[in-house]
């Protein structure tokens, strides 16, 4: 087993999805969720988006709260500011992911239009959640949405990356680290019988 601590191993998760999402090498990454990071604390995000028109911004914010929504343990990805997050690494970023993530957008529309009607935005939620059904599970999903799904699991980790390196994301794992520990009574006697384990002796 290494020596991985739990914080590190979120931070090559958030890494890892944050790289496969923009296509970016995992050094880019890394740096761009410093930025990001560094932006939270700071409160320098603005209100309004840099990157994302007024109609992909109520788009996004809709959609990672399929993804993420708000329960009895933590608020959703929109109040952890998952989309502010996305158009932060999006607002100066390299085209290709700028792209994707317009067509992407603009796939989900249009797929709805031609399904319901109207956008995914006026769509009911019912409705949202039968087309997002389809295209979730890559090995399920039908060839002609394979657009569809590629999106899909891009925006899914990019939402994922927002969440689990915000404050909220952090609590929500339970994370226990960054805390003084006076005295060290070793692990719990529970915790040592649920993995199976005892202390040499």
């Not at 020596?3 to 995992?26: C, E, F, G, K, N």
């Not at 969720?33 to 914010?61: I, K, N, Y």
């Not at 994370?175 to 993995?195: I, Q, R």
Request: aromatic fraction near 8%.
């Amino acid at each position: 087993m290494s020596d991985l601590t739990r914080r590190d191993a979120v931070r090559v998760m958030a890494v890892t999805s944050l790289a496969a999402a923009l296509d970016w090498t995992p050094a880019q990454a890394q740096r761009a969720l410093g930025l990001a990071a560094a932006a939270r604390r700071q409160g320098t995000q603005a209100s309004q988006p840099s990157f994302f028109s007024a109609h992909e911004w109520d788009t996004v914010r809709v959609l990672v709260d399929l993804i993420i929504p708000r329960d009895e343990r933590s608020g959703s990805a929109t109040d952890a500011g998952v989309p502010e997050f996305m158009d932060f690494l999006l607002a100066d970023g390299d085209d290709g992911p700028r792209t994707a993530m317009r067509g992407g957008l603009a796939w989900l529309d249009n797929e709805c239009v031609e399904r319901f009607g109207h956008t995914f935005v006026e769509s009911a939620d019912a409705e949202r959640r039968a087309l997002l059904d389809l295209i979730a599970w890559p090995a399920k999903a039908p060839p002609e949405l394979s657009h569809g799904v590629a999106f899909f699991n891009r925006f899914r980790d990019l939402t994922a990356s927002g969440f689990w390196s915000s404050k909220m994301g952090i609590a929500d794992l339970q994370y226990m680290g960054n805390t003084a520990v006076l005295e060290w009574t070793g692990c719990p006697p529970e915790a040592l019988a649920k993995l199976g384990v005892r202390y040499g002796g």
